[in-house]
């Protein structure tokens, strides 16, 4: 079966892409299986998934300060954040990768240290990211054991990377000021200039947390999102990660610039920092995509939970079924997560767009009896179903196995970061 964008269900359905990786047919079996096509006889085939933001290299840091609201995390994260070498954030990447391709995530959104050859890492694996390195003030040395870098010497980075990866269908950049409490104004000017200049996008967190916004009103007199529009941050296309606390006032705003959100369910429910005003986004007009944040504020990077998740959560805030259907949360984990990130090409299975699709079994409990496969999708479905997934064509994971990883040194060397931090033997 294939489930695409427009919902539209083949049961006996063919996905086929030419030698460039791009979809030239989607709809019933045309015939038998040629050599070397992929089975899918019993499952279902959707678009590649995709996570609207998250902090990749952090996966070291899994576990860490679990019980903690966002403000007294972010210390405790910091701690550790300061001691990652670059070989620890290569590997943590790496593992990453494979947690999200075996889950069926092919792009990303990610702000955190970036480089040439961890995105090169990113392109090897067969995964699309849209990267924005990390910039706090202009001083500021992001990560210090890692990268000397300091705040403009990234921001000068991000133009090189952006010229460097002109034109690459695998890494798309972006400016990455970290947020509004900690990127001064002159700095969010600056990137808001840059990014017009060199045409590229930003992301940035904004409105996570109430007592955020109420800082921002003390000091500002403006709510933070308010605060980056009059700073020209919005005039530029822009990825808002969070907008938890975003009042009416500003969802206008971010319809009226066009700016993108990056809805986090699970990790605003783990930090208790609150939920999105969702429903009130779509109405206006807002494009929201779906991310996992960190797996240091969150524990995983399985998309399905976030729709699930983000889906149920908003019918008991608002008390009503049928405030938002779990296809909003699938069209957000895919076409418009995929727009949200600068990668329009995927996200729908339609002939002309990129081949990203992933191949979901049906032979679990979970999906049976399958009366239908979008409501299987939305609230049973998990990442370990996941079978198969192709990127631009490649085959990157087979029966649930990374393709174009080495798990087990992966796991291990994480491993070995993590006991390290923890003052172990490494």
């Avoid at 670059?86 to 593992?95: F, K, M, P, Q, V």
């Avoid at 990377?161 to 001064?184: C, E, K, M, N, Q």
Wanted: glycine share 10%; hydrophobic share 45%.
């Amino acid at each position: 079966m294939t489930f695409d964008d427009a919902g539209s269900i083949h049961p006996d359905g063919e996905v086929a892409h030419d030698d460039g990786g791009t979809l030239t047919y989607v709809g019933p079996r045309r015939g038998p299986a040629g050599a070397g096509d992929l089975d899918v006889t019993g499952t279902i085939v959707m678009p590649g998934l995709v996570n609207a933001h998250a902090h990749s290299a952090m996966t070291s840091l899994r576990g860490v300060s679990d019980d903690l609201d966002l403000a007294s995390w972010l210390r405790e994260i910091r701690r550790a954040e300061l001691r990652l070498t670059a070989e620890d954030l290569r590997w943590g990447l790496r593992l990453a990768l494979v947690e999200m391709l075996r889950s069926g995530t092919t792009t990303f959104a990610d702000m955190f240290l970036w480089d040439a050859g961890l995105l090169g890492d990113v392109a090897a694996a067969g995964m699309r990211v849209m990267a924005a390195p990390t910039v706090f003030g202009y001083e500021s040395v992001g990560y210090p054991s890692a990268d000397p870098r300091d705040g403009r010497a990234t921001l000068d980075l991000t133009e090189r990377l952006a010229a460097d990866f002109a034109g690459d269908r695998h890494v798309r950049i972006a400016f990455g000021p970290h947020a509004p409490y900690t990127s001064p104004p002159e700095v969010l000017r600056d990137v808001a200039a840059r990014a017009a200049r060199r045409d590229l996008r930003v992301l940035i967190h904004v409105s996570e947390t109430a007592p955020e916004v109420a800082d921002s009103l003390a000091l500002h007199g403006l709510t933070p999102v308010a605060h980056v529009e009059r700073l020209g941050l919005l005039e530029v296309p822009t990825l808002v990660a969070h907008a938890v606390h975003a009042t009416e006032d500003d969802i206008q705003i971010l319809a009226a610039a066009g700016a993108a959100v990056a809805h986090n369910p699970v990790s605003n429910l783990k930090l208790g920092s609150g939920a999105a005003p969702v429903p009130a986004m779509l109405a206006a007009g807002v494009t929201v995509g779906l991310g996992t944040d960190s797996v240091a504020s969150n524990n995983t990077l399985d998309m399905f939970e976030e729709v699930k998740t983000g889906t149920i959560l908003q019918r008991g805030i608002h008390r009503a079924a049928d405030v938002v259907a779990s296809e909003a949360y699938l069209r957000m984990a895919t076409a418009a997560g995929a727009r949200a990130v600068g990668f329009p090409e995927t996200g729908v299975l339609a002939p002309g767009r990129w081949a990203d699709v992933v191949v979901v079994g049906t032979d679990s409990t979970r999906a049976t009896p399958m009366r239908a496969p979008a409501s299987f999708l939305g609230f049973a479905a998990r990442g370990d179903d996941v079978r198969h997934v192709v990127v631009a064509g490649r085959l990157v994971v087979r029966d649930g196995v990374v393709t174009t990883l080495d798990e087990a040194e992966i796991r291990a060397q994480v491993g070995a970061t993590a006991r390290r931090l923890a003052g172990g033997p490494a």
